[in-house]
């Protein structure tokens, strides 16, 4: 049984399509669900020519995954479930804080989209998908 999914989400179609699954999950398991947004404020270090176009791009960021948790807790909510949510802006790996949270909280299983990313991309960047399934705590759906 699991009472605790946790659904990190960053406003993609495939974190949609996870948060989708969570519910339904939720649903029959009357689970509840805790919505983490996480900030990669290392992506700003990875990529500093992103600040170069006159907008606080952190700030910019921390207002859009705002209104990203805001909207799925609207959704979960009319799904008649319990739901909280959780921001987080690290400059650490975003596979850190979910497993984090997954420890903390604690959940039952995540429920996570992933990107598929391939090739260089994965080779440099990784896969917060895949560190998130190789160091969670509890089962990881994908």
Do not use: C
Not at 2 to 13: A, K, Q
Not at 21 to 43: F, S, T
Not at 133 to 141: D, F, G, I, N
Request: net charge positive; hydrophobic share 45%.
């Amino acid at each position: 049984m699991y009472r605790r999914i946790l659904v990190p989400i960053d406003g993609s179609h495939t974190a949609n399509r996870g948060l989708v699954e969570a519910i339904k999950i939720a649903k029959d398991q009357k689970a509840a669900l805790r919505l983490l947004h996480v900030v990669d404020q290392a992506a700003l270090v990875r990529y500093p020519e992103a600040t170069l176009y006159g907008t606080d791009l952190p700030k910019a960021l921390e207002k859009q995954g705002q209104e990203i948790l805001a909207k799925a807790e609207t959704m979960v909510r009319k799904q008649g479930l319990k739901v909280d949510t959780t921001f987080h802006r690290k400059l650490v790996r975003v596979a850190d804080v979910i497993i984090q949270q997954a420890k903390k909280w604690p959940a039952d299983i995540i429920v996570l989209g992933t990107h598929g990313s391939r090739g260089v991309d994965r080779l440099v960047m990784g896969s917060d998908a895949e560190l998130v399934v190789r160091a969670s705590p509890v089962p990881v759906l994908l």
